[in-house]
């Protein structure tokens, strides 16, 4: 029987549909793939250049870099990497490091655990090599614990680090350590409640062992006046939890901080890219800007009446 022309046009249709769909299909594959072939690029880019501080430094490198970092689909997070139970990773990491090679560890970190940051700093203080902690930004609480362990500490001329005050979590709230034993020792021990009274208590525990582990971790570099001194400074409420201490500050106190960095610290960082807001915040062209020839103000000419 001979096909008539709406034949043609129902198979022309369902040909144009297949192709469609082949398309849409194809087009979901590739955003499903892009995120993963993006960070698998990333991971061999850090790799690299971590292969290459390692050979410049003739030491171990180990990264802490808590970043909100995302590979992204739609706009969604589907990944979040650097969080607080890495420092399982850098226990092994420090162990599987042989006695008689140096660590240089990269801390980026607005801090965490009191558990983990003091595990990673006696775990690192306990290696008979040199230890070198390099803090690119900031390496605030936690990451200063840390940094405290180490035999130098190479930081960006504007890297800062962080005071040690513990927090006490109530709730959806952290309060400091110090300020709970000022409140009570300011209103009387008879004129707070019993709740009150029982978190001074835990504040002043938690004071004096977190004095406690700062003096192990600088007795031998500062001796125990001294390392007590700074101790003090930075555990017992001198500064705000989130006062950024500078490097001259830190020098002040005894602490052996060299203020330069390898450029490759700065090109892995670049290797740690932000979730992108909306619109950038921060925006410039890494360039250096021609200079522009002087400018003459062109002569007045009189006019005429």
Known sequence: ??????????????????????LFFLWLFLTFLTPQMRY?????ARAEMIRRIEEKLGAKVITMIHRQERITLFGIPIHRFITIEDSEAVLRAIRST????????????????????????RALKRHPAKKIVIVPHYAMSGGTLI????DEIWMDKNAVLGPLDPQLVLGDKSIPAPSIIKVV?????????????????????????????????????????KAEEVAEKLVSGYYTHDYPITVDELRKLGLNVKDELPEEIYELMELYPQEPPMRPSVEYIPTIPRRLPAQ???PVRPTRR
């Open 40 to 44: 698998r690029a990333l991971q061999a």
């Open 147 to 150: 940094a405290l362990a180490a």
């Open 185 to 225: 020792k300011m209103k009387g021990v008879d004129k707070v409640s019993d709740e009150t009274l029982m978190l001074a208590d835990i504040a002043e525990k938690a004071l004096n062992q977190m004095k406690s582990l700062v003096v192990e971790l600088l007795e031998d570099k500062l001796g125990r006046e």
């Open 296 to 298: 003459h103000p062109a």
């Open 98 to 121: 042989p006695p008689d090679v140096p660590i240089a560890m990269i801390i980026h970190t607005p801090g965490g655990l009191v558990l983990a940051a003091s595990q990673i700093a």
């Open 1 to 22: 029987m001979p096909q008539s022309a709406g034949d043609d046009v129902m198979a022309y249709t369902m040909g144009l549909a297949d192709i469609v769909w082949l």
